[in-house]
Structures are given as structure tokens and as C-alpha cells.
């Protein structure tokens, strides 16, 4: 199994503003994701960030408003960028091979 | 494209007592695996267990057991035994073989009843 470290756990952000949340996989892993997660929804895949390549996203995402790095093997960051109230979600990374383990979310309030 | 179906928003169940939850999904791909996962309010996403489609056999992990019925593409989940802490929505997903993304259904609340 993976562990998965999130940071922040949780934000408020003003509208217009963007932030970056990072993600630390305790191991190598070829293929870390990103997930949206509304309020009382499911999960929601935004894209998908290999290492060495720009990252997939799904359709309805874009990178100009979800940029993704994806500097090494262990590490990601995705960033909410303009932020707007539809943006308030958590916010998850996962990892790994045959099963996916995910980090503890980070929870995102824009007023 | 795959789509997984929870039927039942909400659930709940006696302490103690065995509870199933539900869940359908639809593809044409032979090779696929599926997954319970739980997530309790600390919003942790926590792998409960899994299910290879090319395995008969249910998958078993303590009182968490899974009846996988692939001619009707139905993948159950069964609590026994059900504890305070088994209370959480849980999610049921697919991922076909070879990829590594996950869809997920709309979930299922599970409340226990002390």
C-alpha cells in the first residue's frame, strides 16, 4: 500500500485568488491522480499526472484553470486557479498500482 | 463508457447486525477490477476491499465480504457484524485492466444504530 500526505487539509480562499495544494506519496509511483469531490457528491477525476509528461484531463477540466506539476516520482501539485464559490470542494490525490490509495483531501471554502 | 450505479443513498442497521450494500455497474471490457471504499466524516478515502473480474471466488477481508455476480454485473458489499465505526458513506468503483482511473457511483450512507 501507499501513504498519501495532503497539505493544506483545509483552506478558505477569496474569490478571484488561487491556490496550490501539494501531494507526497511515500513511494514511487508512475501515475498520481486528482479528484473532485463537491459537496455530498462522489468523486469526480480531473486528470491524471505522469511524470515527465503534461498531465490528462478529463473533459469537462482544463489546464488553464487546473494546472498540474508532476516534478518527480513521489510528488504532485494541483492548482485551483481563479477561484469562484463553485470551486468549494475537497479536493483529493491518490496513488498506486493495481489498487489506488488516496490522500485525506484538502477541503476548499471561497467565499 | 463505464458507469457504476449505487441505488440506495441511505442505509441503516442495528449494531451488531449484517447489512448489504448495493451496487451496479455497466461495461463491455473483460478484464476490469472493482472496489468498496469507505469514507468516514474525516473524509479519509479508505480501500475496504477489492475484486478481480477474472476471479470467481468473493473476496473476504474480516467481516467486509462481497458477492460479485458478473453475468449480472452486480458487486454487493455485506457487513457483518456491523460496529459504530463502520458508519460512513461508501463508495463502490471500477477501473478497467490496464488503466489506472477509477469511476466511482453516487455512494450509499450508512448510519449504525446503537
Known amino acids: 500500500s501507499a501513504v498519501i500526505s495532503q497539505k493544506p487539509s483545509r483552506d478558505i480562499c477569496q474569490r478571484g485568488t488561487s491556490l496550490t495544494i501539494q501531494c507526497q506519496v511515500d513511494s514511487q509511483v508512475t501515475m498520481m491522480f486528482w479528484y473532485r469531490q463537491q459537496p455530498g457528491q462522489s468523486l469526480t477525476l480531473i486528470a491524471t499526472a505522469n511524470q515527465g509528461s503534461e498531465a490528462t484531463y478529463e473533459s469537462g477540466f482544463v489546464i488553464d484553470k487546473f494546472p498540474i506539476s508532476r516534478p518527480n516520482l513521489t510528488f504532485s501539485t494541483l492548482t485551483v486557479s481563479n477561484m469562484s464559490p463553485e470551486d468549494s470542494s475537497i479536493y483529493l490525490c491518490?496513488?498506486?498500482?493495481?489498487?489506488?490509495?488516496f490522500g485525506p483531501g484538502t477541503r476548499l471554502t471561497v467565499l | 463508457a463505464q458507469t457504476v450505479t449505487q441505488s440506495q443513498p441511505e442505509m441503516s442497521v442495528q449494531e451488531a447486525e449484517t447489512v448489504t450494500l448495493s451496487c451496479t455497474y455497466d461495461t463491455s471490457e473483460s478484464d476490469y477490477y472493482l472496489f468498496w471504499y469507505k469514507q468516514p466524516p474525516s473524509r479519509q478515502m479508505i480501500l475496504v476491499i477489492r475484486q478481480e473480474a477474472y476471479k470467481q471466488q468473493n473476496a473476504t477481508e474480516n467481516r467486509f465480504s462481497v458477492n460479485f455476480q458478473k453475468a449480472a454485473k452486480s458487486f454487493s458489499l455485506k457487513i457483518s457484524d456491523s460496529q459504530l465505526g463502520d458508519a460512513a458513506m461508501y463508495f463502490c468503483?471500477?477501473?478497467?485492466?490496464?488503466?489506472?482511473?477509477?469511476?466511482f457511483g453516487q455512494g450509499t450512507r450508512l448510519t449504525i444504530n446503537p
Open positions: 491518490s496513488a498506486g498500482g493495481d489498487t489506488q490509495y
Open positions: 468503483a471500477y477501473r478497467r485492466g490496464g488503466a489506472q482511473k477509477l469511476v
